[in-house]
């Protein structure tokens, strides 16, 4: 079990449904571009989903489903890494049991998400203490998720570098706790990823309605992409631009146009021999030609629901399996009676 010479990550993401444009360029590619250097285990966070959402399960299945899909169209490669679903694994649960005894309150509670989430409930005069007791523990299920697999790297944002500091200091915490040197303490692996905002010049989110998702079709990319926000002072199309205050379209040129394009529409727009709704036809253009492959593969592979599914069980079984190595070998360190 133990003789993969490559180091294992670990990283997950909520069933949110149809995964968006900031998902694939600051999670996705990423994960696509570790496959072949580690033995990667990619989780859909489900149980991690109903620490807020356990009353809006209606949709769990099916968003289940558009986050496999997008993740097969975007090159995670089952053949490569292991995609499994969280509450398949259970073995994840018994191992949370474990560390939950050893976790100290102030530990969690000193989250930062945590204490962002009771600020804004606090700010909408929301009684804390309606925190679940889940919601509460999430840090430590979220280290479960890790030590489950005993991974040594999470690649993440330089804002969820706290997260994996918790999970070192759980797992250092039972390997002194039982005096062997058993977890390894895993590292965040910080990845750079281009801010991708949302049309709107916010934070590119689902229940912001201004995102453009990996599935949306040529003609649906475009129509959003003629809601983002240009160059303000821009109002008439003989008025001369200036791209550096054009706050989201430009931004996006700068991930997805080459140099040459960049260069074009920046005396373009600066000259006023090209119009706002013009320069963001090319753009949708642009990204539509780099999605192209991505939709046609998740088109077909829409087609066959049942071969995603298999694929979402099979390396659930094969997640569980290692899973359950780990958890048996913690299991006889604690000394529990079997
Ligand atoms: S022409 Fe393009 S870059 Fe210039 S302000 Fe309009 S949308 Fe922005």
Request: proline share 4%.
């Amino acid at each position: 079990m133990e003789n993969s010479t490559k180091k294992r990550i670990m990283s997950g993401m909520r069933p949110t449904g149809k995964l968006h444009l900031g998902h694939y360029l600051g999670v996705l590619k990423n994960w696509v571009s570790l496959q072949d250097e580690y033995e990667c285990y990619f989780s859909i966070a489900d149980w991690h989903a109903l620490t807020t959402k356990y009353n809006q399960t209606s949709s769990m299945k099916e968003d289940v489903q558009n986050v496999i899909l997008d993740w097969l169209s975007s090159g995670i490669d089952p053949k490569k890494s292991t995609l499994y679903l969280q509450s398949l694994v259970p073995q994840t649960a018994q191992l949370h049991i474990y560390l939950s005894m050893i976790t100290p309150q102030n530990w969690v509670e000193r989250d930062p998400t945590l204490k962002d989430l009771a600020k804004i409930m606090k700010d909408k005069q929301e009684n804390v203490s309606n925190l679940s007791y889940g919601l509460f523990g999430y840090p430590v299920l979220m280290t479960a998720d890790i030590l489950t697999f005993n991974a040594h790297l999470v690649p993440v944002g330089i804002d969820q570098v706290a997260h994996v500091e918790l999970s070192r200091d759980i797992a250092r915490r039972f390997n002194n706790i039982y005096g062997f040197d058993y977890f390894n303490e895993p590292e965040p692996k910080l990845t750079q990823i281009p801010l991708l905002k949302g049309l709107d010049g916010n934070k590119m989110g689902k229940s912001f309605n201004n995102d453009i998702k990996l599935s949306d079709d040529e003609k649906t990319t475009e129509n959003k992409i003629r809601t983002g926000i240009t160059d303000r002072n821009r109002i008439r199309k003989d008025d001369k631009g200036n791209p550096d205050n054009c706050e989201v379209i430009f931004d996006y040129w700068k991930i997805f146009g080459s140099d040459d394009d960049k260069n074009e529409i920046c005396s373009a727009c600066k000259s006023a021999s090209i119009g706002c709704a013009e320069c963001k036809k090319r753009l949708a253009q642009k990204i539509n030609e780099q999605l192209a492959p991505l939709r046609e593969k998740r088109a077909s592979l829409e087609k066959t629901p049942d071969i995603v599914k298999e694929i979402l069980y099979e390396g659930s079984n094969k997640a569980q399996t290692k899973a359950q190595y780990v958890l048996d070998g913690a299991v006889d360190i604690i000394k529990m009676y079997k």
